[in-house]
Structure formats: C-alpha cells, structure tokens
C-alpha cells in the first residue's frame, strides 16, 4: 500500500486534524492567562505527535 492510498482513505480525520489545529491557533492567539498556554501546549502535542505518526507511517510504508 502506497502513502498516496494510505492519504486517500484517511481523508475526514485529516481534515479534522486541521480544523483542530486551525481551533487550537486561534484559541492561543485570542487566549489569555492559562487559557493560552494551555492551547499552545496542546498545540505543540498535537503538532509533535502527528508529525511522529507521520515518519512512522512513511517508515512502515517504505520498509
């Protein structure tokens, strides 16, 4: 299975992904106080752990 196909059927938790993201971006740019910095930490786990997932499926995908 090719990363392409891979992409194609897992098109709606991608875009909810990017909503997510987009949401938590928002919420730390107009945040205040502990609200802020909870969105930027979220944001920074979220970013880190898709961005983990996403060398893992393309090692897997590759080996």
Do not use: N
């Amino acid at each position: 299975m090719k990363l392409t196909d891979t992409l194609r059927k897992r098109k709606r938790p991608l875009i909810a992904l990017g909503i997510w993201i987009l949401f938590l971006i928002i919420l730390a740019g107009v945040g205040w106080g502990v609200v802020q910095i909870g969105a930027i930490a979220l944001l920074l786990a979220t970013v880190l752990g898709t961005g983990c997932y996403a060398v893992f499926r393309i090692m897997y995908t590759i080996s």
